[in-house]
């Protein structure tokens, strides 16, 4: 009579169910899956657990390779990669990234830079990656060696935001290394070695095949421990935020009050001040973060003082704080359509109907100018026309953004500030109102 005792699950088939316990509720239809699959052998487990899992319930799964490039192997990679998919049955596409323009934070920086704007691009809801316990323990190493605080000390975590419409998805950070290697073996895959991996000039390439080791064969659990402790910095961090935004007192302030900055004690200062620029993906370092405090707290009240981080600097106006990009160099442009305006005005001009709007016979031939100074509205009709600078002002536009507002002309009459005012001579009933969003404005913010 045979037995009805279960045999006990293989290795590989107990990873499988793990990971199956966290995927079903994220893979449920009409769910769409960007695996990162750079041929490796964590990639290659990942991509693998997915297919057994679509097997199982209907969700859109993709392969998605980043070609970058640095080795001499990339394209046989990508061929790997393709032939892998295909076996599959599933869909794979590649794009190759860009490092010509380097940025001076490193190669590695630089590639995974590009990655993610790659992954940006994708038309999904999650992009999965492969990263798992030992990455994550190399990770807070690395971060700690850097001088990070709790957040930094946190690691990576199992899901963030990459886009409005996309996150970003660790289904694997709490499996070891080991594991994988393990599931791969037993299911028979194949996967390239990237040689690169075993250059030790790298920094996470270092703590890895020199740090690590010496420090699992004094401590055998330490990867696991390393991972559990970024869990504790991971919940103080979100505490630390929750504190933050009470302080701030606004939601998701697009400026930071200095009346609710400067009464805090000291630390406190520091964890808003992070907070707040963390949410505009600014992180200082401790000497930057003490001497933007200095200049915020204690210059003159006439005083607009800043401080430039890479392609951004943080202002002080009207007793707020501003995060803004440097004003960039602009050129007169012809709209064919109302949503024409080219990328280097670093902005999204946006048209909603309104009984002050622009009639529709001003289109095409509309031109979008800077500022250069002078120009003057009537915004009412049998009033005066006024200054284009006193409006900017009267509605609070920060000086740094007027250099470059929009104006909208035809020939020589300006017909619009965009988001302010229509020209009198120009409204309609059920016109057009054009709207402008400066780039690292919510939208909810914008000038409308």
């Known amino acids: 009579m045979a037995s009805s005792r279960k045999l006990p699950l293989s290795e590989s088939d107990q990873l499988y169910d793990r990971f199956r316990q966290l995927a079903l509720a994220r ?5 769409r899956v960007a695996v990162a699959y750079s041929g ?12 057994r899992l679509r097997a199982e319930q209907a969700f ?16 046989a990679w990508l061929a790997h990669c393709a032939q892998v998919s295909a076996q599959l049955d599933i869909p ?16 590695e920086a630089d590639a995974r830079a590009a990655r993610y704007r790659a992954y940006a691009d994708l038309s999904v809801d999650w992009v999965a990656l492969a990263h798992h316990q030992d990455d ?20 990576m975590p199992v899901q963030r935001a990459l886009a409005v419409d996309k996150q970003i998805w660790r289904p694997l950070l709490g499996e070891s290394r080991a594991s994988l290697l393990c599931y791969a073996q037993q299911q028979g895959l194949s996967w390239v070695e990237d040689e690169s991996n075993a250059r030790q000039d790298f920094d ?5 095949h020199a740090v690590m080791p010496a420090l699992q064969a004094r401590f055998p659990a330490a990867p696991a421990a390393i991972a559990r402790a970024a869990r504790h910095f991971a919940e103080a961090a979100s505490l630390l935020d929750e504190l933050a935004q009470e302080d701030a007192g606004e939601v998701a302030p697009l400026s930071l009050d200095l009346a609710r900055l400067r009464p805090l004690p000291p630390a406190r200062q520091r964890n808003l001040l992070r907070w707040f620029l963390a949410r505009h993906a600014l992180r200082l370092e401790e000497r930057q973060l003490h001497l933007l405090l200095d200049q915020v707290l204690h210059a003159r009240d006439d005083a607009m ?33 109302p949503s024409d305006l080219p990328p280097d005005w670093c902005g999204e001009l946006r048209w909603q109907r309104r009984n002050d709007g622009l009639a529709e016979g001003c289109w095409p ?44 002309w035809r020939d020589e009459a300006l017909l619009a500030v965009a988001g302010i005012a229509v020209a009198a001579d120009y409204q309609v009933e059920d016109g057009w109102w054009p709207i402008w969003l400066p780039q690292g404005w919510p939208s909810s913010a914008g000038m409308d």
């Open 27 to 31: 893979c449920q239809s009409p769910a």
């Open 40 to 51: 490796g052998l964590d990639s290659s487990v990942l991509l693998h657990l997915f297919a």
């Open 60 to 75: 859109s799964l993709q392969a998605f390779h980043v070609h970058h490039g640095l080795s001499a192997h990339a394209d």
């Open 92 to 107: 794979f596409s590649s794009v190759r990234a860009d490092l010509s323009a380097r940025s001076g934070a490193g190669l």
């Open 136 to 155: 994550q323990a190399e990770t807070v190493l690395y971060r700690l060696a850097r001088g990070a605080g709790v957040q930094g000390a946190a690691g």
């Open 204 to 208: 996470r390439n270092y703590l890895r």
């Open 305 to 337: 003082p800043f401080l430039r981080v890479a392609e951004r600097s943080v202002r002080r106006y009207r007793e707020r704080l501003w995060v803004a990009i440097l004003p960039p160099q602009v050129q007169n442009c012809v709209l064919s359509a």
């Open 365 to 408: 031939g509309v031109q979008v100018r800077p500022r250069v100074g002078g120009e003057r509205l009537k915004v009412r009709r049998g009033g005066p026309s006024r200054p284009v600078k006193d409006l900017l002002q009267e509605a609070g536009v920060p000086p740094w953004l007027r250099s470059y507002w929009p104006l909208l």
